[in-house]
C-alpha cells in the first residue's frame, strides 16, 4: 500500500518555538510609537498585552520553550497530520508530488489555536479576567473562545460585518465557547462610531475590528487584547506547523522543493516557511517559499514597504510592512482571514531579503481548486486555505507541463465546514472574481504615515 499519512507520535510535539529572527542576516526595522515616532519599549505594550508576550515579541532568542499546560493543550491535536495527496496528484496527471499540513484537525478548524491556547495561558497567569479581539471570518474569534473556556478567562469577540452576516455558525461556536460577539463596526466604541458615522454601509474590516478591540483594552485594566496573526509572537507559536513537518518531509523520505501557505496577516505562512527558512540559511533546503493571497487584497505583491498602523483608527504603533494602507476596505471576498491591508513585519522583511516570494490567487480559481481538493481527498478547505491548494494546483500542473518531477508542500490552513454559504454561493455562481481596488488602493496609500 502507497503511503499517504507520515504521523509522529505525541511526545514528538516540540518542546520549543522557533524563533528566526536569532538567525536573520539583518534585523527588523523597530516598531514605532505612533505620537513620537520613536522606538517602543515594553512598557508602551504593557496597556494591551501580558509581558510574558511582549518578551517574546521583542526576543531575539532561537528556542522559546513551549510550556507544559501549553504542550498539554496541543496534545489533543498535534502533531497534526501530514498527508500526501495521491489521489489530488492521479487526478492532476501530474509528475509532481504534492504534500499538505493538515491544521483543520483542531477542535476550532483551522491552526488559530496554535496561538490561541498559549495567548489565554499567559494572560490567565499574569491575571488577565477578559481578552478582547478582532475576527474576520470567525476562524480566530472561535479559538480564542475556546481557549479562554480552557483558561477560565472571559472572551469578546468583534466580528467583521460581511462575515458576521455570511457566517452565523461561526458566531453561534463563539457563543457555545461562552464569548460574547459584536458586529463590527459597532456603537459600543469610539472608533466603530466614528466609522459609522462616516460609512454606514460598510462590509467593516479587520482593520477596524483591531480598533474596536484595542481601544476596549485600552479602556479597561482588567480586559487584554489578543491578535490573531500579524505579530512576532503569533507567527512564534504557529511555527510547531513547521517544525513537526520538517520531521514528518524526513518520514516520507522528501525535501520540498516549493512550500506554499495563503497569507492573510502570515501567521500559517510563518507557521510552515520560517522553521524552513531557517534551514535554507543554513543551506539545508533549496525550496521555494510562496505565501499566496488573494488578488482582492494583494499587500505583499501590490503594497508599499512602510511604516503603517495596523488598525483603521490608528490606535496602534507603526510597523514597517508591507501595506495596502490602513484605511483601505478590502472588498467582500468569502476568505474574511484574508482580509487585511497589511501583511505581518516579520514575513514583510523576509520577502525584502529575498528570501520568499508572493503570489495571487481570484476568488473564483480558489473556490474551484477547494471543490477540486473536496473531490480528490475529502476534506473541504476553508476559503482562506482554498488560495494555497490553487497555488499548490497550478506549480503541479506546470511540474506536468514542463515534464518534470516537482515536490510541492502547503498548509491546508483549516477545514470549511462552517463555510459552506460561500460554498452555495459558489455552486450557484454567485460569486465573482474583484479587480484590483486600484483606485481605492491608490487612495490608501497617499495616507501612509510619514516616517523619515
Ligand atoms: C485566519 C486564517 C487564515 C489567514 O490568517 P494568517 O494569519 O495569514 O494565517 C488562513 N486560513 C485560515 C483557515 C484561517 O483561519
Known amino acids: 500500500m502507497e503511503s499517504i499519512q507520515y504521523n509522529l507520535p505525541q511526545n514528538r510535539i516540540p518542546l520549543a518555538w522557533y524563533n528566526i529572527v536569532a538567525d536573520l542576516p539583518k534585523p527588523m526595522a523597530p516598531v514605532l510609537h505612533p505620537g513620537t515616532l520613536q522606538p517602543i519599549g515594553p512598557e508602551d505594550l504593557a496597556p494591551l498585552f501580558p509581558m510574558s508576550l511582549i518578551q517574546q515579541e521583542v526576543s531575539r ?6 510550556p507544559g499546560p501549553v504542550r498539554q493543550v496541543y496534545a489533543q491535536w498535534r502533531p497534526a ?28 478548524g483551522s491552526h488559530k489555536p496554535n496561538t490561541a491556547v ?4 499567559y494572560n490567565k497567569i499574569e491575571g488577565t479576567k477578559r481578552l478582547s479581539t478582532e475576527t474576520g471570518a470567525g476562524q480566530w474569534g472561535s ?22 452576516d455570511q457566517k452565523p455558525y461561526r458566531r453561534a461556536l463563539m457563543e457555545a465557547y461562552g464569548a460574547s460577539v459584536t458586529s463590527s463596526p459597532s ?37 487584554k487584547y489578543a491578535l490573531g ?8 507559536h504557529q511555527t510547531v506547523i513547521g517544525l513537526e513537518t520538517i520531521e514528518q518531509m524526513a518520514l516520507a523520505g522528501d525535501e520540498p522543493d516549493v512550500i506554499l501557505a495563503c497569507a492573510g496577516g502570515g501567521s500559517n505562512f510563518a507557521g510552515l516557511a520560517m522553521p524552513y527558512l531557517g534551514r535554507k540559511l543554513k543551506g539545508q533546503s533549496q525550496a521555494r517559499v510562496v505565501a499566496v493571497e488573494p488578488s482582492a487584497c494583494p499587500s505583499l505583491t501590490k503594497g508599499h514597504f512602510a511604516y503603517d498602523f495596523g488598525d483603521t483608527a490608528h ?9 495596502l494602507g490602513s ?53 473541504i478547505p476553508a476559503p482562506e486555505a482554498n488560495h494555497a491548494v490553487a497555488a499548490a494546483i497550478r506549480e503541479a500542473l506546470q511540474a506536468k507541463e514542463e515534464g518534470k518531477e516537482r515536490t510541492i508542500l502547503f498548509v491546508l490552513s483549516g477545514h470549511g465546514h462552517f463555510d459552506m454559504q460561500s460554498y452555495i454561493a459558489y455552486q450557484a455562481g454567485k460569486l465573482e472574481n474583484y479587480e484590483y481596488p486600484a483606485e481605492e488602493i491608490a487612495m490608501a496609500l497617499a495616507g501612509l504615515p510619514s516616517v523619515s
Not at 81 to 108: H, M, Q
Not at 189 to 204: F, Q, V, W
Not at 229 to 236: D, F, I, P, T, W
Open 81 to 108: 497530520p501530514l498527508f500526501r495527496a495521491r489521489r489530488l496528484e492521479k487526478a492532476l496527471d501530474t509528475p509532481a508530488k504534492i504534500y499538505y499540513k493538515y491544521e483543520g484537525v483542531s477542535p476550532a
Open 118 to 121: 498559549p495567548q489565554a495561558y
Open 61 to 66: 532568542e532561537r528556542e522559546i520553550e513551549i
Open 143 to 164: 479559538s480564542l473562545a475556546m481557549a479562554c473556556a480552557f483558561f477560565g478567562i472571559e472572551c469578546k469577540v468583534y466580528m467583521v460585518r460581511v462575515s458576521y
Open 327 to 379: 484605511t483601505f476596505i478590502p472588498p467582500g471576498i468569502h476568505a474574511g482571514g484574508l482580509r487585511y491591508h497589511g501583511m505581518a513585519p516579520l514575513v514583510s522583511h523576509v520577502m525584502d531579503l529575498g528570501l520568499v516570494e508572493a503570489t495571487t490567487v481570484q476568488q473564483l480559481d480558489a473556490f474551484a481548486a477547494g471543490i477540486q481538493f473536496a473531490r480528490a481527498e475529502g476534506i
Open 187 to 223: 456603537i459600543e466604541t469610539e472608533s466603530g462610531r466614528a466609522i459609522l458615522a462616516e460609512h454606514p454601509d460598510t462590509n467593516g474590516s479587520l482593520g477596524i475590528a483591531i480598533s474596536e478591540a484595542v481601544e476596549v483594552a485600552a479602556k479597561d485594566p482588567n480586559t
Open 315 to 323: 490606535l496602534t504603533p507603526l510597523m514597517r510592512m508591507h501595506t
Open 229 to 236: 496573526s500579524v505579530l512576532n509572537h503569533v507567527l512564534l
